[in-house]
């Protein structure tokens, strides 16, 4: 989980941002992201006004991965009622054909 260091590090140089900077429009302390970039561990809401100053997500500083503008999906078979599970056999396929749901409709 060390990783993101380098990583915050390689955002900051590639978009030739200072740490004071960074550090003030977070509006944090002047020296915050010097202290925590030399090894001090932030809290975490700290660590979140860092990343939402610099539209950054969490999981682009932790894994380096880019989210991706599509819409995730997720198949959806069967039905639930009042809290029943019916098993994938216990259900009509051609009633009930799969979906797929787009994962921000769940939100």
Excluded: H
């Excluded at 989980?1 to 004071?20: F, H, N, Q, Y």
């Excluded at 925590?36 to 950054?56: D, F, N, S, V």
């Excluded at 999981?59 to 069967?78: F, H, N, Q, R, W």
């Excluded at 009930?96 to 939100?107: E, Q, V």
């Amino acid at each position: 989980m060390a990783d993101w260091r380098p990583r915050l590090r390689k955002v900051l140089k590639e978009r030739d941002l200072d740490m004071k900077a960074v550090s003030l429009g977070a509006g944090l302390n002047a020296a915050a992201l010097q202290q925590i970039l030399g090894g001090k561990e932030p809290k975490a809401a700290t660590l979140l006004r860092i990343l939402e100053y610099l539209q950054l997500s969490f999981d682009e500083l932790m894994t380096g991965a880019v989210p991706s503008d599509k819409p995730k999906s997720v198949a959806v078979v069967g039905e639930t009622a009042a809290g029943l599970w019916l098993e994938p056999d216990s259900w009509d396929e051609a009633k009930y054909p799969s979906r797929a749901l787009c994962a921000d409709a769940l939100r």
